[in-house]
T-cell receptor
Framework: GNSVTQMEGPVTLSEEAFLTINCTYT??????LFWYVQYPGEGLQLLLKATKADDKGSNKGFEATYRKETTSFHLEKGSVQVSDSAVYFC????????????FGTGTSLTVIP | DTGVSQDPRHKITKRGQNVTFRCDPI?????LYWYRQTLGQGPEFLTY????????KSRLLSDRFSAERPKGSFSTLEIQRTEQGDSAMYLCASSYGPDTQYFGPGTRLTVL
C-alpha cells in the first residue's frame, strides 16, 4: 500500500542554520510527492511538489528532490528564519487510488533567533 | 480566487448530538476531498467527490458519517450521534483533476 514516513520532531534550530527534514515513501504506482506547511492556527499550504523521478521542487528557499531509487523526498533549506517555524508534512498522491493524499505525521520546526 | 472555505471554524457539541460542516471549494475545481486530522498526526483521508459523485470512502468513515456534494459545488459532512473520539480537525481540499490539492482552514470539532 501507500505510506509516508517522516522524520520525527520536534526540530529546533538557530536562525540561519541548515534544515533537513527526511521523508521516505512507499507507493504502489507512480506517485506525485508534496511538502505542505501548517502554521499555527492555519490550514495546510502547499510548499512545493514534484511529479516524477529526479524532479526538484522549490519554493521560498526550500527544495526537495524526488529520488525514486531511495524512495525519498527530503526537504532542505540552506538558511532558516524564525518565520519558518511551523509543522511540515510530506505527502504523496497516487493516481491508482483516486489521488487521495497520504500524509506523514508531520515534523514541527522551531527556529530561534 | 477566494480559496477553499469551511464553516464553521469551530464547533463544540455534546456527545450524541448531530453536527454538519460545510466546505466551499475553489470554483473551477471538480474534485473535493474530506480529511480528518487529530493532534500530532497528519491528515487522514475520509472521502472524495468528483463533481457530485462520491467516488471513494475510507474505512474511517463509519455509518455515522455522511457526505454530500449535491450540485458538484459545495459539500457537507454530517456526523450523527457524535462521540468523544470524533473530536478532531476536519479538513476540506479541492483540486482540478488529479492535481495539487488546496486545503481550507479546517473545522475544529470538540465533543464534550
Amino acid at each position: 500500500g501507500n505510506s509516508v514516513t517522516q522524520m520525527e520532531g520536534p526540530v529546533t534550530l538557530s536562525e540561519e542554520a541548515f534544515l533537513t527534514i527526511n521523508c521516505t515513501y512507499t507507493a504502489t504506482g507512480y506517485p506525485s510527492l508534496f511538502w505542505y506547511v501548517q502554521y499555527p492556527g492555519e490550514g495546510l499550504q502547499l510548499l512545493l511538489k514534484a511529479t516524477k523521478a529526479d524532479d526538484k521542487g522549490s519554493n521560498k528557499g526550500f527544495e526537495a528532490t524526488y529520488r525514486k531509487e531511495t524512495t525519498s523526498f527530503h526537504l532542505e533549506k540552506g538558511s532558516v528564519q524564525v518565520s519558518d517555524s511551523a509543522v511540515y508534512f510530506c505527502a504523496l498522491s497516487d493516481s491508482n487510488t483516486g489521488n487521495q493524499f497520504y500524509f506523514g505525521t508531520g515534523t514541527s520546526l522551531t527556529v530561534i533567533p | 480566487d477566494t480559496g477553499v472555505s469551511q464553516d464553521p471554524r469551530h464547533k463544540i457539541t455534546k456527545r450524541g448530538q448531530n453536527v454538519t460542516f460545510r466546505c466551499d471549494p475553489i470554483s473551477e475545481h471538480n474534485r473535493l476531498y474530506w480529511y480528518r486530522q487529530t493532534l500530532g498526526q497528519g491528515p487522514e483521508f475520509l472521502t472524495y467527490f468528483q463533481n457530485e459523485a462520491q467516488l471513494e470512502k475510507s474505512r474511517l468513515l463509519s455509518d455515522r458519517f455522511s457526505a454530500e456534494r449535491p450540485k458538484g459545488s459545495f459539500s457537507t459532512l454530517e456526523i450523527q450521534r457524535t462521540e468523544q473520539g470524533d473530536s478532531a480537525m476536519y479538513l476540506c481540499a479541492s483540486s482540478y483533476g488529479p492535481d495539487t490539492q488546496y486545503f481550507g482552514p479546517g473545522t475544529r470539532l470538540t465533543v464534550l
